[in-house]
């Protein structure tokens, strides 16, 4: 399985940005998705999560009614919609998929793993 994440790029806060994940060489309904992210001297961390069914989802406190996970089966894609942008939102952001756990939010979870993109807000 592969894993090809798009859509960082520099916007201003109070700006959006939409993530996109593309995989490839497997089943993507059958994969859970998730999204993390590194800032700069610090660990990866859980961003939201995205069951295979699509119906459930979870999201870290500092972005919830701000970023939206959602997934296109028949795109084999999962996105990230990131509205209301803060700079503290500045990180590289990796696409994540778990074939073994439905809905996990821990990274040891995950099996497979984007390159990362970068997301940079500036205030």
């Known amino acids: 399985v592969q894993l090809q994440a798009s859509g960082g790029g520099v916007v201003q806060a109070g700006g959006s940005l939409r993530l996109s994940c593309a995989a490839s060489?497997?089943?993507?309904?059958?994969?859970?998705m998730g999204w993390f992210r590194q800032a700069p001297g610090l660990e990866r961390e859980f961003v939201a999560r995205l069951s295979r069914s699509g119906y459930s989802t979870h999201y870290t406190d500092s972005v919830k009614g701000r970023f939206t996970i959602s997934r296109d089966n028949a795109k084999n894609t999962v996105y990230l919609q990131m509205n209301s942008l803060k700079p503290e939102d500045t990180a590289v952001y990796f696409c994540?998929?778990?074939?073994?756990?439905?809905?996990?939010?821990?990274?040891?979870?995950?099996?497979?793993w984007g390159q990362g993109t970068q997301v940079t807000v500036s205030s």
């Open positions: 060489g497997g089943t993507f309904r059958g994969y859970s």
């Open positions: 994540a998929a778990s074939t073994r756990y439905d809905y996990p939010a821990v990274a040891a979870q995950y099996d497979y």
